[in-house]
């Protein structure tokens, strides 16, 4: 479903383990900026209620996200730390067409938001079956689903209005850029790292 071209090494979960604290700083983090992401995407294309309406309820979620992943680092004894720096986001970002017209812009982000909860629900997938830890193995499968249902929704909208751009070949494009990105990735205790 996802059309990822290259899977997270499994032994990525085993640089998690070393460090939760920051695994689910990471985590908490991104929950931010996808709720942001959502936001921005919603300020810059209100004209659009199905878009608004959709959007809302996915800004929502990830604040509830960022909620659960804190309530975890809370229980645990653990401090939420500063914001860090996505560097895969910030290197994906560069896919994104700068030129172009309103709608194009439009179609990108959405692109770029989709890929980015795909790689999020891939990583998820693995976290949730091969973490030991098992209340944190249920919660990334439960997030996984969400995730997944993230996808969907900004691919769905890409389509709807992509009406003049070719939303299949330029998804092609991104999947493509994007496995040269994530080759450099997986070495770090972060979501995308």
């Known amino acids: 479903m996802l059309h990822l071209k290259l899977a997270t090494d499994p032994r ?3 640089i998690v383990e070393k460090n939760l604290e920051e695994i689910l700083t990471d985590h908490a983090c991104c929950e931010q900026k996808a709720a942001t992401n959502a936001i921005t995407i919603i300020t810059l294309n209100s004209e659009y209620p199905d878009l608004v309406t959709d959007l ?3 800004a929502q979620e990830e604040l509830v996200h960022f909620q659960m992943v804190h309530d975890i680092i809370k229980e645990r004894g653990y401090t939420l730390g500063r914001e860090r720096k996505d560097s895969y986001v ?3 970002y560069k896919f994104m067409n700068k030129g172009g017209n309103r709608l194009q812009s439009m ?3 959405l692109l770029f938001s989709a890929m980015i909860e795909a790689r999020s629900c891939e990583r998820f997938k693995l976290l ?3 973490i030991k830890d098992p209340e944190l193995s249920k919660f990334y499968r439960d997030l996984m689903i969400s995730e997944a249902g993230h996808y969907t929704t900004f691919i769905g909208f890409a389509r709807k209005f992509g009406q003049d751009v070719d939303v299949d070949k330029r998804w092609q494009d991104l999947v493509e850029f994007e496995a040269e990105v994530i080759k450099n990735y997986g070495k770090d205790e972060t979501i995308h790292g």
Request: proline share 0%.
């Open 90 to 92: 910030n290197e994906l």
């Open 107 to 109: 179609v990108d982000r």
């Open 128 to 130: 949730s079956e091969e």
């Open 56 to 58: 809302l309820l996915l």
């Open 12 to 14: 990525w979960v085993n």
